[in-house]
């Protein structure tokens, strides 16, 4: 994407959420089991796009700077599909929670 296709088309979205996606399960063919972890994984684009937003917002002499916010949301878009694909496949069981090491610590 260029800052020239600030506009883009619903099909050319949807083009490039299925082509980060097939990138990312050929990348990492292995997806997590728990909601828990996938849903971090999510997150972690998330938070990639926020860094992209912010360095747009207050670095103005990147050229870049909106190309990497696209490619993040794009990233971030697909993650979230993933997720969609695989959640009647995730483990939605609480986490199992053993006592907090720091409370034990000397009491055994």
């Not at 996938?38 to 190309?67: C, F, K």
């Not at 997720?83 to 009647?88: A, C, E, R, T, V």
Request: proline content about 5%.
């Amino acid at each position: 994407m260029t800052d020239d296709n600030k506009n883009m088309k619903g099909i050319e979205i949807f083009n490039l959420l299925m082509s980060e996606l097939e990138r990312a399960k050929e990348k990492y063919p292995k997806y997590p089991r728990s909601m828990t972890h996938a849903v971090a994984l999510i997150m972690e684009e998330a938070g990639e796009l926020q860094q992209a937003v912010n360095n747009h917002t207050w670095n103005y002499r990147d050229p870049q700077s909106w190309s990497k916010i696209e490619n993040e949301a794009i990233q971030t878009g697909a993650m979230v599909i993933r997720f969609l694909w695989n959640i009647h496949k995730l483990n939605n069981t609480r986490c199992v929670q053993g006592p907090d090491p720091i409370t034990y610590f000397g009491k055994e």
